[in-house]
Structure formats: C-alpha cells, structure tokens
C-alpha cells in the first residue's frame, strides 16, 4: 500500500506557500501567482513548485525572480509554521499548462470552424 504521506504534505506546502506569497512577501516583482502544483521527491526533501503568473512572459520571469530570492524567508516560516522534521528544497518553476490548454482550445475551436466551412 502506497503512503499518503507525500499527498499530504504537498498539499500542506502548496496551502502554506500560497498564503506566504498572498500575505508575506512584498517584493514587487511578485504579481499575482498561484501556486498549482508541488512535486515531492521520494524522501520529501526536494520540492518543485509549480505557479502561474498573470501576464506577459516577462512578467512571470520577474515573478521568478523574486519567488527564488525569497527562498530563505519562505523555508524559514515553513519551519515555524509546520511540524516537518526537514523542510524540502524549494525549486519555483514556471507552469505554463494553462496557456498550453487555451492554445489547444483554440487549435481545436479553428479546425472545428474550418470543417463547418467546408
């Protein structure tokens, strides 16, 4: 039987992060993210952390930047915030499948329109 254990605690990382980005981070390269997906190593002691970013892809490189440069303070409230013996490494990663999805969308709704023409 497969454990719970990483489910639970990425689901508790993704919730406890959201909230940090949302409330204690002030740094202005940060635009409005949200936190998508976490992926967790076997031994939880490696974390990807998946967000999309409103705006253009300048605006999420800066979003990046400044997830990646508050990397101590986040690992750090972690620490204070949950009863984890080891906070996982933090690796921010740009998700992009919400783009992916509206472009597939609009591929499908063209070839849809072109058969109707035809």
């Known amino acids: 039987m497969q454990s719970k254990r990483p489910e639970r605690v990425s689901g508790l990382l993704k919730e406890e992060i959201g909230q940090l980005i949302q409330r204690g981070l002030k740094d202005p390269r940060i635009g409005f993210v949200t936190i998508t997906?976490?992926?967790?190593?076997?031994?939880?002691?490696?974390?990807?952390?998946?967000?999309?970013?409103?705006?253009?892809?300048?605006?999420?490189?800066?979003?990046l930047e400044g997830l990646r440069s508050a990397l101590g303070f986040i690992r750090g409230e972690l620490?204070?915030?949950?009863?984890?013996?080891?906070i996982p490494e933090l690796d921010f990663r740009i998700d992009?499948?919400?783009?992916?999805?509206f472009h597939?969308?609009?591929?499908?709704?063209?070839?849809?329109?072109?058969?109707?023409?035809e």
Request: hydrophobic share 35%.
């Open 37 to 63: 997906e976490i992926v967790l190593s076997r031994d939880l002691r490696h974390a990807k952390v998946f967000f999309s970013s409103y705006g253009d892809e300048e605006a999420k490189q800066r979003s």
């Open 79 to 86: 620490g204070r915030r949950l009863d984890l013996r080891f």
């Open 96 to 101: 992009n499948s919400v783009e992916y999805a």
């Open 104 to 117: 597939i969308e609009e591929v499908l709704h063209q070839m849809k329109k072109e058969s109707r023409e």
